[in-house]
């Protein structure tokens, strides 16, 4: 058998991007299953949600914004600490980049090493590397909400945390004027998810039922189509539910049983597969996601920092 290639080393075509608007003022830019992003303006400002890879790609995107606003970017809102989501911050300019108080200690504690490892993972997304200069640092942060007044009659924006999920420091962005819901990687639509440094089991639990409770009519996820509709919502809230239970399900009986992480990896993969194959990064994923919930069910509560070097010999044991 062909040895699989390295994460996502190979997948170097660019992705046909899609710019929307959802609502008078709100964007959302998908592709084809790399990190969606967001913005949201207000009278005489932008919101931005993620901020992309490098600054090169992040100025690829205001360059599309721009072509719909001309309104300085006053907030820029990272919805966790990955890297992909925030060493394109300085293309922003931003007067304030927002957090949870979770997220920057996560930065501070390992963003170099998550640099360095999802650099490795998914070169393609890292346009420039040289345009990044250094880590990103949120200058302002909180534990429940923030709310942005976003003038004039455009009512607000308010910025939530849900609980542990995809990392210890997800937030979301709803907009209760257009039930406009910004779910970063908690949810995700018709794309696998990454759980390498996730709480599994919270996620799947009361963190989902706090992102469901917003009865969001659109909703923008980590990757994937937008989901316009409740129905299309609950569904991609579905879908991400079922993939943790899964994975739940399949490595929580192999470790019960005394097997060994490969078998718990082939028998998540085997249950996995027939639905979600074929869609965004799944071979990418899993390793590490059966990895961090082979960790969680032993007992270790914190996600290990991935490094360039752990990527490797994880995806040599389980994809080699």
């Given at each position: 058998?062909?040895p699989?290639?390295?994460?996502?080393s190979?997948?170097?075509?660019?992705?046909?991007?899609?710019?929307?608007?959802?609502?008078?003022?709100?964007?959302?830019?998908?592709?084809?299953?790399?990190?969606?992003?967001?913005?949201?303006?207000?009278?005489?400002?932008?919101?931005?949600?993620?901020?992309?890879?490098?600054?090169?790609?992040?100025?690829?995107?205001?360059?599309r914004?721009?072509?719909?606003?001309?309104k300085?970017?006053?907030?820029?809102?990272?919805?966790?600490?990955?890297?992909?989501?925030?060493l394109?911050?300085?293309a922003?300019?931003?007067?304030?980049?927002?957090?949870?108080?979770?997220?920057?200690?996560?930065?501070?504690?390992?963003?170099?090493?998550?640099?360095?490892?999802?650099?490795?993972?998914?070169?393609?997304l890292?346009?420039?590397?040289?345009?990044?200069?250094?880590?990103?640092r949120?200058t302002?942060?909180?534990?429940?909400?923030?709310?942005?007044?976003?003038?004039?009659?455009?009512?607000?924006?308010?910025?939530?945390?849900?609980?542990?999920?995809?990392?210890?420091?997800d937030?979301?962005?709803?907009?209760?004027?257009?039930?406009?819901?910004?779910?970063?990687?908690?949810?995700?639509?018709?794309?696998?998810?990454?759980?390498?440094?996730?709480?599994?089991?919270?996620?799947?639990?009361?963190?989902?039922?706090?992102?469901?409770?917003?009865?969001?009519?659109?909703?923008?996820?980590?990757?994937?189509?937008?989901?316009?509709?409740?129905?299309?919502?609950?569904a991609?809230?579905?879908?991400?539910?079922?993939?943790?239970?899964?994975m739940?399900?399949e490595?929580?009986?192999?470790?019960?049983?005394?097997?060994t992480?490969?078998e718990?990896?082939?028998?998540?993969?085997?249950?996995?597969?027939?639905?979600?194959?074929?869609?965004?990064?799944?071979?990418?994923?899993l390793p590490?996601?059966v990895?961090?919930?082979?960790?969680?069910?032993?007992?270790?509560?914190?996600?290990?920092?991935?490094?360039?070097?752990?990527?490797?010999?994880?995806?040599?044991?389980?994809?080699?």
């Open positions: 058998m062909t699989k290639a390295f994460a996502s190979a997948d170097l075509d660019d992705k046909q991007q899609t710019l929307e608007v959802l609502a008078d003022g709100v964007y959302a830019l998908t592709a084809d299953g790399d990190p969606n992003v967001g913005a949201v303006e207000g009278e005489d400002f932008l919101v931005c949600f993620e901020a992309m890879a490098t600054p090169v790609a992040a100025r690829e995107w205001l360059a914004l721009r072509e719909h606003t001309d300085p970017v006053k907030f820029l809102v990272l919805s966790h600490y990955h890297a992909v989501r925030v394109g911050a300085s922003f300019d931003a007067e304030v980049i927002v957090a949870h108080d979770n997220t920057r200690a996560l930065i501070a504690e390992r963003g170099r090493q998550d640099w360095e490892s999802e650099y490795g993972r998914m070169p393609r890292f346009k420039e590397p040289a345009s990044i200069p250094g880590l990103t949120p302002a942060t909180f534990s429940d909400r923030f709310t942005i007044d976003l003038g004039g009659d455009r009512g607000e924006l308010v910025l939530a945390y849900c609980g542990r999920g995809h990392t210890e420091g937030i979301v962005a709803w907009l209760p004027r257009h039930k406009v819901l910004f779910a970063g990687d908690l949810v995700e639509s018709r794309a696998a998810l990454y759980t390498g440094d996730a709480f599994h089991r919270e996620w799947a639990a009361a963190t989902l039922d706090r992102v469901a409770s917003f009865e969001a009519e659109v909703l923008i996820g980590g990757r994937g189509a937008v989901a316009r509709g409740r129905d299309a919502v609950a991609a809230i579905a879908q991400t539910r079922h993939f943790l239970e899964v739940l399900r490595v929580g009986a192999a470790h019960e049983r005394g097997g992480l490969k718990a990896f082939e028998a998540a993969h085997a249950a996995l597969v027939g639905r979600y194959g074929g869609w965004p990064i799944f071979e990418h994923c590490f996601d990895s961090r919930l082979w960790d969680e069910l032993s007992g270790v509560e914190r996600p290990v920092i991935w490094t360039a070097e752990r990527d490797r010999q994880v995806w040599a044991e389980l994809q080699g």
